[in-house]
């Protein structure tokens, strides 16, 4: 089905397509053409990470499942080459333990398969619109602070305890929302808007996948802050006890 273009894509955008089967490849070669974004294309991990280098895209479509290197693996060589590139996987593993290993790799989104072209467009589009957000101007803030957390917004960094912690960009900025508001329990749609930027009906277990990647990192030691809400979503909020508070 033909893709409209769209105002949003602006033709400065290129995203690179690592997918094996030629036709998925083909297939979203062509909504992305139609939807005014420049396009190069791999179909193994070797070919994507040399791709990556040679094009600079903007943004990565990512199978996991490729024949010699798996996605997760390309995104983990490509970070610690130090390329940030956004990547969004295209994954037939449903498991949250699978989504965890990719997000924990260096990924920003996930599309499961059997997908949707259009909302692998709508899932570029949000990923660019975050990628493209200017840094913030002024003066210099106060680092976020909360118990024994500390988030420095200007510098990227995070401490527990006063001990670094290592976060991804969506990570750091899903710290950012529950450290700016503690104690409050934030909505997983909020937190889809606020971190993700979705302008659409997103899947909410991104969410509940990146929380549970960032209590790993953050709750490491006592106490536990990132508490889930049942049935309302997340808050910072040092544990205690209670009938509604409980782990992922």
Known sequence: MPVAPSASAPPRHNVLVVEDDPSIRTLLTSALHAAGYS?????????????????????????????????FEVTRHLRAEGVYTPVLFLTARTDVEDRIIGLSSGGDDYVTKPFHVQEVLLRIRAILRRSDMPPGVGARRPPLRYADLVLDEQTHEVWRAGLPVQLSPTEFRLLVCLLAQPERVVGKKEILTEVWHYDFAGDARIVDTYVRNLRRKIDRCEPQLIQTIRGVGYCLRAARPGPGAAAL
């Open 39 to 71: 396009v190069s294309t791999a179909d193994t991990g070797r070919t994507a990470m040399f791709e990556a280098g040679r094009s600079q895209p903007d943004l990565i479509v990512l199978d996991v499942g490729l024949p010699d290197i798996d996605g």
